[in-house]
Structure formats: structure tokens, C-alpha cells
């Protein structure tokens, strides 16, 4: 054996998560390039949480995954959507597209005299308007337009209750998306991986200085 093999290994298993490190920063950077006027925020959010992982963006709009749920959010408009699943939404063209089934992760608030009981739910969510966030309440969960676009460029967003009121170069696309509602075991899979990806990146940097 070599008297050099030991400072090969060591070089080896130093390389390793600098490569995995600098690939993972590359990667950020040339999505980053899509949404110059967010750049600075998602950065922002990135130092402010470790667990805050950055997915995608483009324009004014910007995917992020944070305790197993995606974070949409718009510039203008606040957040559009949170969804537990990567597959419900879609950048096409200058178009994001989502379908929002928000069950399990729209807020909500309800009253009960016992432990448990929910009584009179209301769903709520926050959206900017002219700049000033503002409250939308639903009296219930049929209420919700679920079937959310929002211009990555100007930041409009339109809502959707029912298939029958989209157009139907639209209607197309949510039918599309409409059919992922389940996770398939590969997805379930994806899903561990990406939530681990945030404390792999502080791993990497522990490793490296």
C-alpha cells in the first residue's frame, strides 16, 4: 500500500461534500436567476431558517418547503397556496397553476364546548391587496377556490371554484394536476429525501469548515 493512500481517502471524503455542497449552491443560483426581484427574500429566508428550503421560483413567484408542506407565494399577492405535494403544481409559460386542496393545511378555526369538539368551521387565508394583507373567510371548505393561476410577471391571481368556470385551455391543465391525490411510494420517498436536504446543507457546511 502507499504511504500516500491515508491523505488520498481523507482528500477523497473531504471532496466529497464540497462537490455536494457547491453542486447543491450552482443549482440554487441558476433557478435564483429566474426571479431577480425575489432573489434577495428567498436568500433572506434561507439564512433566517436552516429548515427553510428553497425549491423554486420564477418571476414574482416562489415555491419553498418547510415541515413537509410546499409554500407558494407571490409577491403581490402573498401566499397562493400550500399543498403537500410537489405534483399539484406547475409552471407553464409565464403561468403558475396549483390545485390548492387546502383540508389539511388551510387554517382554520371553530368552537366546541368540549375537548376536541369543532363546531361552525371556518376556513381563512391572507392575501395582499394594493399592498395591505387582508383576511378571506370561508364558511366552508366547498367554498374555497381551489383551482388557483398566477402570473409569474405581473403577480395577478385568479381563483377558480369549479372546473365548468376555467376556460378550457385552463380547464385542460388543472384536470391534469386534478388527478395527483395521492403520493405514489416513489413521491413518498422524494418527499423524505427533500425534507432531509436543509440539515444535509448544514451537514455539508459543518463538514467542510
Known amino acids: 500500500m502507499s504511504k500516500h493512500t491515508p491523505f488520498k481517502v481523507i482528500l477523497v471524503l473531504f471532496m466529497i461534500p464540497v462537490s455536494l455542497y457547491l453542486i447543491a449552491e ?20 434561507q439564512s433566517a431558517d436552516y429548515e427553510y428550503q428553497f425549491i423554486d421560483c420564477k418571476g414574482v413567484v416562489s415555491v419553498s418547503y418547510l415541515d413537509g408542506k410546499y409554500y407558494i407565494s ?101 384536470k391534469e394536476l386534478e388527478k395527483v391525490k395521492q403520493f405514489p411510494y416513489l413521491e413518498i420517498i422524494l418527499e423524505r429525501i427533500i425534507k432531509t436536504m436543509p440539515k444535509l446543507k448544514v451537514l455539508i457546511v459543518w463538514a467542510i469548515f
Not at 30 to 37: A, M, N, R, V, Y
Not at 128 to 137: A, L
Request: charge should be negative; proline fraction near 2%.
Open 74 to 174: 407571490d409577491k403581490y399577492a402573498g401566499g397562493v397556496a400550500v399543498v403537500n405535494n410537489r405534483k399539484l403544481y406547475k409552471f407553464i409559460g409565464d403561468d403558475l397553476y396549483v390545485v390548492y386542496y387546502s383540508e389539511g393545511t388551510m387554517n382554520f378555526s371553530c368552537s366546541g364546548n368540549k375537548e376536541g369538539e369543532c363546531n361552525n368551521k371556518k376556513y381563512y387565508e391572507y392575501f395582499k391587496v394594493n399592498g395591505q394583507e387582508q383576511e378571506v373567510i370561508y364558511n366552508s371548505y366547498d367554498e374555497i377556490p381551489i383551482y388557483r393561476k398566477v402570473n409569474t410577471v405581473s403577480g395577478e391571481l385568479t381563483l377558480y371554484k369549479t372546473l365548468n368556470e376555467i376556460p378550457e385551455s385552463d380547464r385542460k391543465i388543472f
Open 26 to 45: 450552482y443549482i440554487d443560483e441558476k433557478k435564483l436567476s429566474e426571479c431577480p426581484e425575489i432573489k434577495n427574500d428567498i436568500k433572506n429566508a
